[in-house]
C-alpha cells in the first residue's frame, strides 16, 4: 500500500509543479489581463467540463458493470488461434467489453494469466478504452461540425493498437509479465477497487450492483479531477495564451503532433470525456495534432505508465513507449500531411 500511496504523491506532485510552471508564465501576462478574459476562461472551462461529464458517466458505469459482471475468462473465449486473427479481434473487442483506460492494465494481465497472448492482451488494451461506443458517440457529440474525425480516430486506434501487438508479437513471449502478492495489492493504481471475480465478490446479484456503484462512483470522482485539470489547462492556453503562439504551433505539422501528444500524457483524461478537450483546439490545431491526442493519450499516459510498470518488466514497457509513439507521430504526421498537399511547414 505504501508504493500505491508513494506513486499517487508523485502524480500529485508533477500535477502541481506543471500548474506552478504554467502559472509563473502566466505572469508575464497579467497586466495584459482584463476581466472579460477570465469571463471567457470561465465560458471555455465550463462548456468542456458541461459536455463531457454525462460521458464521462456512462464510461465509468459502463467500466464497472465490465469489472464486476465479466471476467477475463470470458472476454479469452472470443479469441481464435491464430496469431494475426487473435491480434485483429483483440482490437474489437471493445465494441462488446468497453473497458476505461483506468482499469484496463489489471485486466490486459488477467488475460493473460488466463492464456491469452501477451501480443492479444496488449492489443485489447491499446484499443479497448477507445474503440467502443461510449468514446465513439462522445467524439461524435464533440466533433459534430466534422463528423469523420470519428471514423479516422476509431481507424487510427484500431491500427496503432494492431501494428503494436503484431510487433510485439516476434520480441515477446509473455514471461515480462510480472506475477505475486504485489500486483494484487496494487491494483490499477487509479485509486480505486477493482473486484477479482474469483475470490473477493461475492455471487449475490444484489452485492455485484453493489460493488458496480461502488467502483463507478469511485472511478468517476478519481477521472473526474482529471477532467477538471485538463478542461482548466485547456481554457488556460485558448484564454491567456497569445493567439500568435498558438497559431505558430498549431499550425505547423511536427509541432503540433508533439505538443498536443505531451498534453495528452500529462493531464492523463479519460477518453470518454478527451475528445471534448481536442474539439476546444480544433480551427487552432491541425487535425493530425488533435488526432494524435486523442489516441496517444488514452494509451500512454502518467497514470498508465505506473500501472504498467507494476505489471510489466521495465524494459517491455519502454519498447511499448517507444512503439506507440512512433506509430502514433508518423500516422498523424501522414495525416496532416495529406492534408495539406505535402506544405512547406510539415
Known sequence: MMVINMKKKAITLLFLLLSAYIAWHLLKFLPNITWSDFLNFKTVFLSIIIEALP???????????????????????????????????????????????????????????????????????????????VVASS????????????????????????????????WFDGREVKWGAAQDDFGCGCGHAHYDHHHHLPSAFTAKIFYTLHSASDEFFDMGKYLIIGSALAALAQTFVPRDI?????????????????????????????????????????????????VFGPMIDIKNILMMLNAFQARFVAVLIIIVSLLVAVSTYLINFAAVGGASDC
Open 55 to 133: 460521458f464521462l458517466l456512462i464510461g465509468v458505469l459502463v467500466s464497472a458493470l465490465l469489472q464486476n459482471f465479466f471476467s477475463e475468462e470470458t472476454i479469452r473465449k472470443f479469441l481464435p488461434g491464430n496469431r494475426i486473427l487473435n491480434i485483429l479481434l483483440a482490437g474489437f473487442l471493445g465494441i462488446v467489453f468497453p473497458v476505461c483506460e483506468c482499469g484496463i492494465v489489471p485486466v490486459a494481465r488477467g488475460l493473460v494469466s488466463k492464456g491469452v497472448p501477451l501480443y492479444s492482451a496488449i492489443t485489447f488494451m491499446l484499443a479497448a478504452p477507445i474503440i467502443n461506443p
Open 139 to 170: 467524439t461524435a457529440v464533440a466533433f459534430g461540425a466534422n463528423p469523420e474525425m470519428v471514423w479516422f480516430r476509431l481507424g487510427l486506434a484500431f491500427f496503432v493498437s494492431f501494428a503494436a501487438g503484431y510487433l510485439l508479437s516476434f
Open 246 to 294: 498558438i497559431l505558430n504551433v498549431g499550425h505547423h505539422s511536427l509541432a503540433s503532433i508533439a505538443s498536443m501528444m505531451t498534453f495528452a500524457f500529462g493531464i492523463s483524461v479519460c477518453s470518454s470525456a478527451d475528445a471534448f478537450i481536442a474539439a476546444s483546439f480544433a480551427g487552432n490545431f491541425t487535425a493530425g495534432s488533435l488526432l494524435a491526442f486523442m
